[in-house]
């Protein structure tokens, strides 16, 4: 029953902002590092963000750098990307996995995958 599940996605205009959340089942989350992805339709899965095990270090994708921000809740079960200044190409599914570390804003030793929460921007 090891998995992580997304939530928190939907429609949103350019500019605005969600919050995403990834929460663990059958595991704890503080023995991780966890990390963000996203799917565009047609496109790779591209790295978006990640936070140390130790929540001493978080980091991001270029493209997303001072819109969203990676942070954990004080008990460690859930994960939460805040996305700000949504802009049309944020569209995408995003995915939160947990890993063994975190290797600039992509996992390493990723070992659990969630099913996706589907963010799109949109006027």
């Known amino acids: 029953q090891l998995q992580v599940v997304e939530s928190g996605g939907g429609l949103v205009q350019p500019g605005g902002s969600l919050r995403l959340s990834c929460a663990a089942s059958g595991l704890t989350l503080g023995y991780f590092a966890i990390g963000w992805s996203r799917q565009a339709p047609g496109k790779e899965r591209e790295g978006v963000s990640c936070?140390?095990?130790?929540?001493?270090?978080?980091y991001y994708a270029d493209s997303v750098r001072g819109r969203f921000t990676i942070s954990r809740d004080s008990a460690k079960s859930t994960v939460y990307l805040q996305m700000n200044s949504l802009k049309p190409e944020d569209t995408a599914v995003y995915f939160c996995?947990?890993?063994?570390?975190?290797?600039?804003?992509?996992?390493?030793?990723?070992?659990?995958w969630g099913q996706g929460t589907q963010v799109t921007v949109s006027s």
């Open positions: 996995y947990a890993a063994d570390y975190c290797s600039g804003y992509v996992g390493n030793g990723i070992n659990i």
């Open positions: 936070i140390s095990s130790s929540d001493t270090r978080a």
